[in-house]
């Protein structure tokens, strides 16, 4: 039973564990939005631990008392996916809001923080700088190597891809592999990779296909990496989205994943680590307007 209002849970009824256990979240850092950190959907939820966390106020959840997890004292957050590379090999995962069903979320964060993946490709085609960057950095906490390609110029959410990929650029991850495609793309694809193939090619750059992609995992579909594809419940007025994204465990779909990514990569631009890209000359978006902070912050809010 949520109070609303009190930022309190009874602990009568305890919100269900993630089933992946906990991990490690975002430390605080300072508001990354007009809005603030009070509509981000990530930032301490989970505790560490046995460790009550607190959420708007006090918490009176027993951490401990489901094994090792505990639960979320603010009802907005949902409990992690769990992600079973068994057969089915096919699984979809779709916000439907008439039917209540909200699992893209939950399923970005059990993707970026399962520990049996040391390496992620993701191509997207739109990235939030406190939603999508959240959820990239549960795998970078971590220490997995996260390749990332995000068009140079998007159609649209071209100054917030930006400002979002300046945001993991500033956090200083030394597993982050940063490209910029020269043409728009509009994949919303990641394939999640296991193996020797994790640490990369062990240079600090792109090491391109892993030998195998027995037992990695690929998930994509219609949903981007952005405040609107997430539809958290207690968003549904700014503008959610329903979305439809597939999980594929197949190893022959994830290898043709994996070549076509490779070339896409191999388009694009590497960014190199500390690079300011908000301060490169020259650059516009497609109606030709320098980069604004303003207007990165408007875009966020409106996908």
Not at 221 to 241: C, K
Request: charged share 20%.
């Amino acid at each position: 039973e949520h109070r609303p209002g009190t930022g309190r849970t009874s602990s009568a009824e305890p919100l269900p564990p993630p089933s992946l256990g906990s991990l490690p979240l975002s430390s605080p850092t300072p508001a990354r939005s007009l809005l603030g950190d009070l509509l981000s959907p990530l930032r301490s939820s989970w505790p560490d631990g046995a460790e009550d966390v607190l959420v708007g106020g006090e918490c009176d959840v027993d951490a401990g008392a489901s094994g090792g997890g505990g639960g979320a004292c603010d009802g907005r957050y949902l409990p992690r996916a769990s992600l079973s590379l068994a057969p089915p090999a096919v699984e979809f995962v779709c916000n439907r809001r008439e039917q209540g069903r909200h699992e893209i979320e939950p399923t970005f964060r059990a993707l970026f923080g399962d520990t049996r993946f040391g390496r992620y490709r993701v191509a997207m085609a739109y990235l939030g700088h406190r939603w999508g960057v959240e959820l990239l950095e549960f795998a970078l906490r971590r220490g997995a190597v996260v390749e990332l390609l995000l068009p140079e110029c998007a159609n649209v959410y071209a100054h917030e891809n930006r400002k979002a990929a300046q945001a993991l650029l500033d956090g200083g991850w030394p597993t982050l592999r940063l490209f910029l495609s020269p043409v728009m793309v509009h994949a919303k694809a990641t394939l999640a990779l296991r193996g020797d193939g994790a640490g990369g090619d062990g240079a600090g750059g792109y090491g391109g296909s892993s030998s195998s992609t027995q037992g990695d995992l690929a998930f994509l579909g219609s949903a981007n990496l952005v405040r609107g594809s997430m539809n958290l419940p207690v968003h549904q007025g700014l503008l959610p989205y329903d979305e439809l994204n597939v999980l594929v465990a197949d190893a022959e779909f994830c290898a043709t994943l994996d070549s076509a990514l490779d070339k896409l990569f191999a388009r694009a631009r590497p960014i190199a680590p500390g690079h300011d890209l908000l301060a490169e000359p020259g650059w516009s978006d497609p109606k030709g307007r320098a980069y604004s902070d303003a207007r990165a912050q408007w875009e966020e809010l409106w996908q």
